[in-house]
């Protein structure tokens, strides 16, 4: 049953940010259209930030299924809870990092993480059925 949820957890994984990318390659095509390569590459970076957000948090589940389930629910849920605050503080950090030291464009790096956020938000994660009879 572990190996189960760590293949479905990987399988919503790949699924969450390809759809993630996706979407970021299509604004930021757009962007370049209308708006030009620096804008189009801030909006890359924005997108980036929640891919890595994405794959921090999916990391950290990754490493509490590999524990077989062995651990109570109550530390369970702790480790669930580091995991998210990681990925919201390396957001945080990425966001700032690339508005404020590197200087992008605020407003494109806010779209590609909305638009990538969006795909966070909309992708729908695999669950295995069971086989009836089993």
Not at 35 to 48: C, N, P, S, T
Not at 66 to 73: I, Q
Not at 118 to 131: D, E, H
């Amino acid at each position: 049953m572990v190996y189960q949820a760590k293949d479905s957890l990987k399988e919503a994984l790949r699924k969450t940010i390809t759809v993630q990318a996706v979407l970021t390659l299509v604004a930021a095509v757009v962007a370049l259209l209308t708006k030009g390569d620096r804008f189009a590459l801030a909006l890359v970076y924005g997108g980036a930030v929640t891919i890595v957000g994405t794959w921090l948090h999916a990391w950290r589940l990754l490493k509490i299924t590999a524990t077989g389930g062995k651990n109570d629910p109550a530390l369970m849920g702790a480790e669930v809870f580091k995991g998210a605050i990681l990925k919201m503080m390396a957001m945080i950090g990425l966001l700032a990092l690339g508005m404020g030291v590197v200087k992008l464009d605020p407003l494109a790096v806010l779209i590609g993480f909305i638009v990538a956020y969006l795909g966070f938000l909309s992708a729908r994660g695999y669950a295995p059925r069971s086989k009836p009879g089993k």
